[in-house]
């Protein structure tokens, strides 16, 4: 399926895109993770969570939705 | 009175909402980018009773966004400096500064003094130290944080809503995540990430519906784009809280950081034969541009030990003084105990050197 994918913060400076459609095939979230490390290999350093459909999801969330978003978490004030 | 008219003839306000403002207790954790127009708008708004608590001193490079400070306020603490301030602002209410660091031996007796908090802090140990103290003492948080030109703003642990640790379990490793000190920030940003923080707070004590709770605010300066996120609760994200796990355990990475010793520009000459280690990210500038100095950064340093020198004294830099303390700490474990701290950043060291301090 068609994913759209949003980046946000440090991860959109990884990717060098704020937004991407990106073809995936299978079935968890734990599964895109791994699909988006080995695209970009310095994600897999970073601290994110993933929302889908804007949820926050866990990793053994099923994909289902067509909007990922993957989020940082931010400790500046 | 005059002074809240605007508010009062609002229906959704009135003299009954302005009256719950005006007995409503608020502590902000943090008078930097965000807590300043979290503090200006509380307290115009007529808070009763404000709380402030930040151990930091105003420097000029705040200026650019911290929006309650000016020239007159450079090297005075910031919660004193706010107070100062917010007094003219607004007489009325009452204000305690707190000229101290929110620890895990203060933030639960603090707490309980007030009904909201309001976390503007610009650190992971803070922020979840505010997070876990806030289950403790089951208080309702507005928590804010920004990045280069991205705010994140919630409500957590309201009305059995989730808490930051339902939407991030685990603190990132110190130093993973940049703050504003060593990337920069977009100086309008903590206006409106901050200035979003005191509409939830004031929506909280006037018992609006829609607060920001179980939702993420993320928001793109640069987009003008808002992507409001849904965050379930977790219960055994609680539970660990509640059982006590969590605050010793950021109470520890506290602790173990008085080990680290800091290196002042007047000790450099004290030292005869010193390696320098920059420790930012390559494309970082200035460079200090030394024959003694090597570059590691930080997210390196662990495979890269072979590159010190173990003759020579060790003394770690970065653009804060942030990073360079964690890589001390990291190399104290290593074995490496002739290593420091220089807390000034590059711009001091640079300085300090310009001016022979170091030979």
């Given amino acids: ?77 | 009175m005059s002074r809240y008219n605007r508010h009062i003839v609002l229906s959704d306000i009135g003299q009954q909402g302005q009256d719950k403002l005006s007995s409503a207790k608020v502590l902000v954790i943090g008078a930097g980018g965000l807590g300043c127009p979290v503090l200006q708008y509380l307290t115009a708004a007529g808070i009763g009773k404000l709380g402030i608590i930040d151990f930091d001193i105003v420097e000029e490079s705040n200026l650019q966004r911290q929006v309650l400070f000016g020239t007159s306020s450079l090297g005075m603490n910031k919660a004193i400096a706010a107070k100062k301030r917010l007094e003219d602002l607004n007489q009325t209410i009452s204000i305690d500064a707190f000229s101290e660091k929110l620890t895990t031996e203060n933030a639960l007796q603090l707490f309980k003094e007030y009904e909201i908090v309001v976390d503007g802090s610009d650190n992971f140990a803070t922020r979840y130290l505010v997070n876990d103290a806030a289950i403790l003492c089951n208080k309702p948080f507005v928590y804010g944080a920004i990045y280069k030109f991205e705010g994140q703003v919630s409500v957590f642990n309201f009305n059995k809503g989730p808490s930051y640790r339902c939407l991030f379990p685990n603190p990132p490793k110190e130093g993973s995540v940049a703050n504003c000190l060593e990337v920069g920030v977009l100086g309008v940003l903590p206006g409106i990430i901050g200035t979003m923080m005191a509409n939830e707070v004031i929506k909280i004590i006037l018992g609006f519906e829609h607060v920001l709770s179980g939702k993420l605010l993320c928001y793109n300066s640069k987009t003008a784009e808002i992507s409001t996120l849904k965050v379930n609760s977790n219960q055994s994200e609680f539970d660990k809280v509640l059982n006590n796990e969590i605050l010793s355990d950021v109470y520890e990475s506290e602790t173990c950081e008085t080990s680290i010793k800091d290196i002042s520009e007047e000790e450099l000459t004290t030292i005869k034969d010193i390696q320098f280690i920059d420790v930012r990210e390559p494309h970082e500038q200035p460079k200090l541009a030394i024959k003694n100095c090597i570059e590691i950064p930080l997210g390196d340093l662990e495979t890269n030990l072979q590159l010190l020198d173990s003759d020579k004294t060790k003394v770690a830099f970065c653009q804060s003084g942030i990073r360079s303390k964690k890589a001390v700490e990291i190399l104290m474990k290593q074995g490496f105990n002739d290593t420091f701290n220089f807390n000034g950043g590059i711009s001091h060291l640079i300085e300090a050197l310009k001016q022979n301090i170091y030979e």
């Fill in chain 1, 1 to 77: 399926m068609l994913l759209n994918i949003k980046y946000f913060g440090l991860i959109a400076e990884l990717t060098h895109c704020n937004e991407e459609a990106l073809e995936f095939s299978y079935t968890t979230i734990a599964d895109l993770k791994e699909a988006l490390i080995a695209k970009y290999p310095d994600l897999k350093a970073k601290d994110f969570q993933i929302a889908q459909n804007k949820e926050i999801v866990s990793n053994n969330a099923t994909v289902s939705g067509d909007e990922i978003a993957l989020l940082p978490p931010f400790s500046g004030g």
